[in-house]
């Protein structure tokens, strides 16, 4: 990006060095094309900022939600009747695991559907063993409860992944590139006509590119500089396999 927009700057400004003994009829159309493309630009930049930092956020969000998810259904679990119970709570964490493992591979590689597909193998075993729960204990209030926040877990895991898969057309990455490198060269021309200093062209340059850069990377949640952190799952798996805080209960016999 950095290299691109410079070399747009230096294109600019050759450009301008070339046409320089036109300066008298050039000037004055340089001055109002430049002004309008570099306005015109800043829309575009703080446009496409805003999308990658509401992205941002909503992935920021939707892991701790998901995490609450895990949690409330962890500890719900612990009142479930054995064998459910210990069943239950063994397939949370390796569901937790899946969830951490999500959270750190590249979105739409091999590797995070692979998690993905894991998370909703075990999805599909906790559901089981809720329906035989609530088969065994129709009218006990533990498994609805458990029920409830256990479809809030993979309704927050759905959420999750397609948070992460959410990102910034590409296009709006290439129109910002390319409307900045169209503006910054004109500018750079418009000021080799006047005569003026080309510092302040190419310190925009960097700066513009910074912002794209800056951008990008946002979109972009398990990779560069700035990335959704995970450590509210890892925190949870580790208070998940201390010793649970609630005794299971045993299975109540079925009545003849």
Same mark, same amino acid.
């Given at each position: ?18 046409? #320089? ?43 701790? &939600? ?15 009747? $054995? ?6 709570? &063994? ?26 597909? $894991?998370?909703? #193998?075990?999805? #599909? ?9 609530? &088969?065994?204990?129709? $009218? ?78 946002? &979109? ?17 798996? $580790?208070?998940? #396999? ?15």
């Amino acid at each position: 990006m950095l290299g691109v927009i410079l070399g747009a700057t230096a294109l600019g400004a050759l450009v301008g060095r070339r046409v #320089r003994h036109l300066s008298d009829r050039l000037t004055e159309p340089f001055g109002v094309l430049q002004a309008a493309m570099l306005g015109l630009v800043a829309l575009i930049l703080a446009f496409g900022l805003s999308l990658a930092l509401s992205r941002y956020e909503h992935r920021r969000a939707t892991i701790v &939600d998901e995490t609450n998810a895990i949690g409330t259904t962890f500890l719900r679990a612990q009142t479930l009747p $054995e064998p459910i119970r210990s069943r239950s709570l &063994d397939l949370l964490v390796s569901y937790t695991e899946s969830a951490i493992r999500l959270a750190e591979n590249v979105p739409g590689s091999a590797e995070e559907t692979a998690a993905a597909e $894991e998370e909703q #193998r075990i999805q #599909r075993r906790l559901w089981a063993l809720a329906g035989a729960a609530l &088969d065994a204990a129709p $009218e006990a209030g533990a498994p609805r409860l458990y029920v409830e926040t256990l479809n809030e877990m993979i309704d927050a895991q759905t959420d999750r992944v397609a948070a992460l898969n959410n990102q910034v057309p590409s296009e709006i990455l290439l129109l910002e590139i390319l409307g900045a490198s169209l503006a910054l060269g004109l500018l750079a021309a418009y000021l080799t006509l006047v005569g003026r200093g080309l510092l302040g062209v190419v310190l925009a340059s960097v700066l513009v590119a910074f912002l794209i850069f800056v951008t990008a990377d946002l &979109d972009r949640p398990t990779r560069g500089v700035i990335v959704v952190p995970d450590t509210v799952l890892t925190e949870q798996l $580790e208070s998940m #396999r201390l010793p649970p805080a609630a005794s299971g209960n045993p299975a109540p016999a079925r009545s003849s």
